[in-house]
């Protein structure tokens, strides 16, 4: 008794080759396809979208900031809660290629950037450096 683990080879292999299954294309990841098609966008491009993006949310007023010397803020908007409460939010944007790290640097210049009652926010296509985790989490920063 035996057992065939590679049955298309088998059938190749005695001549039955129309019985062989055609290739499984590969899943379509949506994921990997934004990705791609993010990591194609230059700085200024990716600022407009993360703009959009801002504004997609429910962000009103959202522009952007980003040029030389902003200080870290690529992109402003403020969040009104049912005219409760309203959130301004300062918004750095890095679109690295995959496997970068943000530094520590980095996430201070956005920190010492926004006011006091606002929030901040870094979105990128890279990971953080564990001294970047550790900027963001002080508390009373300044």
């Known amino acids: ?3 065939i683990s590679q049955l298309d080879e088998f059938l190749t292999a005695i001549g039955k080759e129309n019985l062989v299954s055609a290739p499984k294309a590969p899943a379509y990841d949506a994921y990997e396809v934004v990705l791609d098609q993010i ?7 990716f600022e407009v979208l993360i703009t959009h993006l801002l504004t997609a949310l429910g962000f009103e007023g959202s522009e952007r900031t980003g ?3 902003d200080g870290g803020v690529d992109a402003t908007g403020e969040l009104s809660v049912s005219n409760l409460a309203k959130i301004k939010i300062f918004v750095q944007a890095k679109r690295y290629k995959l496997g970068s ?3 520590a640097a980095a996430v201070k210049e956005l920190r010492q950037a926004i006011p006091r009652e ?3 926010a870094f979105i ?3 990971d953080f450096q564990r001294a970047a985790h550790d900027v963001a989490l002080q508390d009373g920063f300044a």
């Open 101 to 103: 790290k943000i530094s």
């Open 124 to 126: 990128t296509t890279a």
């Open 67 to 69: 040029k030389p010397g």
């Open 118 to 120: 606002a929030q901040g």
């Open 1 to 3: 008794m035996f057992a």
């Open 39 to 45: 990591l194609r966008l230059d700085d200024k491009e």
